[in-house]
């Protein structure tokens, strides 16, 4: 049972416009979401995060948008660069003291020069 | 240099072979973690410790053990390699203050096992 599920294998967008990646969860319990960003040949890099008492998070060009009622949240990139284009991970994380990441499978993002 | 760092970057061995994956960190982290990656899947967590030989089992532990003799290394070990565990395998570290911290990630070791 996939808890994590990012429903787009891939995404394609001009440089300069916005992407959005989306990540739907199933465990009500989630309580802390992360986004990692990962290119071929490295680990992933940790992006932004949002705690459940939030609906949005902004770092730079990246938002994190969360709607706790649909269990959805949304990676917005704006604008888009072609330095982007990489495999991008959502991960949630139960409440409590134990601290176990659980993943989507990831959307490969292009973003075209 | 790294703050997580993974040895070997890439191994191939045959089957029935032990192998021990090393991780070590300097970003001074109490918690430590192995996940292993599968071509189209995510992460999936092997072991994890939250301080010196404290030991917990992850969602894919069988065929896989762990030892955490120091705060800043965390290996994996595979007794007896079968091909089914041929994988990218990383390690990760976060800190253990505060109630959410994010984890780091080392860039991988690949894993082929024949």
């Known amino acids: 049972d996939q808890q994590v599920k990012q429903n787009s294998p891939s995404l394609s967008v001009q440089e300069g416009r916005i992407s959005i990646l989306n990540c739907d969860y199933t465990?009500?319990?989630?309580?802390?979401f992360l986004w990692y960003k990962k290119y071929p040949a490295e680990g992933p890099t940790f992006l932004i995060s949002?705690?459940?008492?939030?609906d949005k998070n902004e770092d730079g060009r990246f938002t994190v948008f969360l709607n706790k009622s649909a269990k959805h949240l949304s990676l917005h990139i704006v604008p888009s660069q072609p330095g982007d284009s990489a495999v991008y991970f959502c991960?949630?994380?139960?409440?409590?003291?134990?601290?176990?990441?659980?993943f989507g499978k990831g959307t490969l993002l292009t973003v075209n020069p | 240099d790294a703050d997580v760092t993974q040895t070997p970057r890439n191994r191939i061995t045959k089957t029935g072979k032990r192998i021990m994956l090393e991780c070590s960190q300097t970003?001074?982290?109490?918690?430590m973690y192995w996940y292993r990656q599968d071509p189209g899947l995510g992460l999936r967590l092997i072991y994890y410790?939250?301080?010196?030989?404290?030991?917990n089992k992850g969602e894919i532990s069988d065929g896989y053990s762990v030892s955490r003799q120091a705060q800043a290394k965390f290996s994996l070990s595979l007794e007896s390699a079968i091909p089914n565990q041929t994988a990218l395998y990383f390690c990760?570290?976060?800190?253990?203050?505060?109630?959410?911290?994010?984890?780091?990630f080392g860039d991988g070791t690949r894993l082929s096992i024949l």
């Open positions: 410790s939250f301080d010196v030989k404290d030991i």
């Open positions: 465990n009500s319990m989630f309580d802390y």
């Open positions: 991960a949630a994380k139960s409440g409590g003291s134990n601290y176990k990441l659980t």
């Open positions: 990760a570290t976060s800190s253990g203050t505060g109630t959410n911290q994010p984890q780091h």
């Open positions: 949002i705690s459940s008492i939030k």
């Open positions: 970003k001074g982290h109490d918690r």
